[in-house]
C-alpha cells in the first residue's frame, strides 16, 4: 500500500493552496483519508478526513475550519484545500489512511501513512 502526497510548497500568508495524495495497493471501502501535520517542536495535528464510499467529512471536534478534503473516487486521489493560510500554518504535512470509525469516534490510529510534503507559509 502507498500513499503518496504531493502540492507542498511555499505560500504567502492569506493565499491558498490544495494537496494531493494518490493511494495505491488496495481497495480502501471502509477507510477514510485523514490529513495531519506536525510543525517543529509539535505534535502531531489531525486536521481533517474524508470516507472513500460515503464521502462524508470529518474535523477536528466536527468542526469545519479552513481545511476542506475532497475525493477524486476514479483517480483514487485524495485531496486537502487550505485557505486563508497563516505564518503558524508552516508544517509538514501528511495524507494518510484508517478505518472510518477511527475518525467518528476521535482514535485517529491510521494503518497507512504517506511521506509528509512541507507547506511554508510566508508573512
Known amino acids: 500500500v502507498q500513499l503518496q502526497a504531493s502540492g507542498g510548497g511555499l505560500v504567502q500568508a492569506g493565499g491558498s493552496l490544495r494537496l494531493s495524495c494518490v493511494a495505491s495497493g488496495r481497495t480502501f471501502d471502509t477507510y477514510a483519508m485523514g490529513w495531519f501535520r506536525q510543525a517543529p517542536g509539535k505534535e502531531r495535528e489531525f486536521l481533517a478526513a474524508i470516507s472513500w464510499r460515503s464521502g462524508a467529512e470529518y474535523y477536528p471536534n466536527n468542526a469545519k475550519g479552513r481545511f476542506i478534503p475532497s475525493m477524486d473516487n476514479a483517480k483514487n486521489t485524495g485531496y486537502l484545500q487550505m485557505n486563508s493560510m497563516q505564518p503558524e500554518d508552516t508544517a509538514v504535512y501528511y495524507c494518510?489512511?484508517?478505518?472510518?470509525?477511527?475518525?467518528?469516534?476521535?482514535?485517529?490510529?491510521?494503518?497507512?501513512w504517506g511521506k509528509g510534503t512541507q507547506v511554508t507559509v510566508s508573512s
Open positions: 494518510a489512511a484508517g478505518p472510518v470509525v477511527n475518525f467518528f469516534t476521535f482514535d485517529y490510529t491510521m494503518d497507512y
